[in-house]
């Protein structure tokens, strides 16, 4: 079935092979990063950034259905890897935010 624009649209089935591989990624980073003897820092961005892209997943996943865009294509199959370079950054922008408040 092909959309009024013409373009076949993606669908989930689709997407199969790319979740199974983030899924196997992310928990070898998880695995990884609880080894990391840093009080629980490392592992705890690991974590948050598991958490989002599984959120933003089951959001595009609900919203969309079975017309991905290609913007959704590539959230789904390496937004882990943006979230990891997101979270650290939101985090260390919040911590001095919070420092210039408590002065």
Avoid: E
């Avoid at 624009?5 to 997407?15: A, E």
């Avoid at 199969?16 to 961005?45: E, H, K, R």
Wanted: hydrophobic share 60%; glycine share 6%; net charge positive.
């Amino acid at each position: 079935m092909k959309a009024i624009t013409g373009v076949q649209p993606i669908r989930l089935k689709d997407l199969q092979p790319a979740i199974i591989n983030s899924a196997i990624i992310q928990a070898v980073l998880l695995i990884l990063g609880s080894l990391i003897m840093d009080t629980g820092i490392i592992f705890s961005f690991f974590l948050f950034a598991v958490a989002a892209h599984w959120i933003v997943f089951t959001l595009i996943a609900l919203q969309r259905r079975n017309n991905l865009t290609a913007t959704d294509r590539v959230l789904l199959t390496g937004g882990f890897a943006i979230y990891l370079v997101c979270l650290p950054l939101l985090g260390w922008t919040v911590h001095i935010i919070d420092l210039a408040l408590h002065r």
